[in-house]
């Protein structure tokens, strides 16, 4: 069997936690699988981020990944089922959503749909993006085999709104770097890059990813102004690139600011921006509490990260945040400000609740293993054929 798996779609200048999964499912397939031939489409700029060297897999190159956005979608779209029709592809595997509108006839396709906020929460992603981005993904209905989702509730919206029966749907739940999330001690090192942050150790709350409105951080920040009344050791910090600060969404954007001003919380509200991969650990580690706000995920490998750290969780009980938390944290509503300050003060407050939800935090971090999601994979490959 032949499988092409598309690498270009996240830009290597700037890498996420997508370029992270590449690398390391690709490592588990070289382990696993020494059978099935493996074409990488990779980049001039991305290729040397692989390092499996093995007979069974090879390199091909597609010219340009997502440094150029408009140029990689044109290079999925026609230069990719080229590449499928010269090497006689059987799995074309793409992790973006989409596929590509024409395929060879001999080419199986696989669609990893991990994001289905454009049938979700429209209004967060404007017109243009919403249109495009669920024409590709009715088009892509019509070239898969079969679908991937990263959540039972990412299967559901697949089946609801792509209309797609169920059989064609398999839940494949995403992984998490062991060898870097973990509850291992701090080294100093690692400390040292806490108080170059003005942060100290366990007296902060913590929120990662981008700042976007569906991510719902002004909640997230009502909350907190609450908290800091009665707890005032504590200091909020937010990790992740600022989407909202300019153009049509400085309204929003200007509203948090206003709330953190008016509170007289600017040195208790920091906003650090993008974190190399590497250096999450640390944060998570730091934190006494992490908080997903979010009014809806697909998967939040957020949550995971920081259980995987030993650091206790509260997230909303909407999409697949309370899918992936289980039992391991608290939920909450994420329209509720006074829930999600009633479950920090209960998680600040109770020190025995707090142990509990570390231990049973690591244990359910565990599950989500490269090994566990690429032998899944495999098995998508073969019944494909």
């Not at 981020?49 to 044109?74: A, D, G, P, T, W």
């Not at 291992?184 to 003005?198: D, F, K």
Request: net charge positive; proline share 3%; with cysteine.
């Amino acid at each position: 069997m032949k499988i092409a798996f598309n690498t270009l779609i996240d830009n290597p200048m700037k890498p996420t936690g997508s370029m992270v999964f590449f690398v390391k499912i690709l490592e588990e397939f070289a382990r696993i699988d020494k059978v099935n031939e493996y074409y990488i489409l990779v980049s001039p700029k991305n290729g040397h981020l692989f390092k499996v060297v093995q007979e069974n897999f090879h390199y091909v190159n597609c010219f340009v990944s997502q440094e150029k956005r408009f140029l990689r979608i044109f290079v999925s779209q026609f230069v990719i089922p080229l590449k499928l029709w010269q090497y006689k592809i059987d799995i074309y595997f793409s992790p973006q959503n989409i596929s590509p509108f024409i395929i060879p006839n001999r080419s199986k396709v696989i669609v990893y749909l991990y994001g289905t906020h454009h049938w979700r929460k429209v209004e967060y992603l404007g017109l243009l993006r919403t249109v495009y981005r669920r024409i590709v993904s009715f088009l892509a209905k019509y070239q898969t085999e079969q679908f991937v989702a990263n959540s039972q509730t990412c299967k559901t919206d697949i089946m609801e709104n792509l209309r797609v029966s169920f059989s064609k749907i398999t839940v494949v739940y995403e992984a998490l770097d062991h060898s870097l999330f973990n509850n291992q001690s701090l080294t100093t090192s690692e400390i040292q890059l806490l108080h170059e942050s003005n942060l100290e150790l366990k007296k902060y709350i913590l929120f990662v990813s981008m700042i976007n409105h569906y991510k719902n951080i002004k909640t997230l920040i009502e909350a907190f102004v609450k908290l800091a009344l009665e707890f005032s050791e504590y200091r909020l910090l937010l990790i992740g690139r600022n989407e909202i600060e300019s153009g049509k969404n400085r309204k929003y954007w200007y509203s948090i600011q206003n709330i953190i001003n008016e509170n007289a919380l600017n040195e208790k509200v920091k906003f650090i921006g993008h974190v190399p991969h590497h250096q999450l650990p640390t944060f998570y580690k730091g934190a006494k509490i992490f908080v997903q706000p979010s009014f809806y995920e697909t998967f939040g490998k957020t949550v995971i990260e920081s259980m995987a750290c030993g650091t206790p969780v509260i997230g909303s009980n909407t999409g697949a945040t309370l899918e992936v938390i289980g039992d391991a944290g608290l939920t909450f509503d994420p329209h509720s400000t006074d829930e999600l300050y009633k479950n920090l003060k209960l998680l600040l407050n109770d020190f025995s609740l707090y142990g509990y939800f570390i231990k049973k935090g690591i244990e359910r971090a565990s599950q989500f293993t490269f090994k566990n999601q690429a032998e899944s994979l495999i098995s998508v490959f073969s019944n494909a054929l």
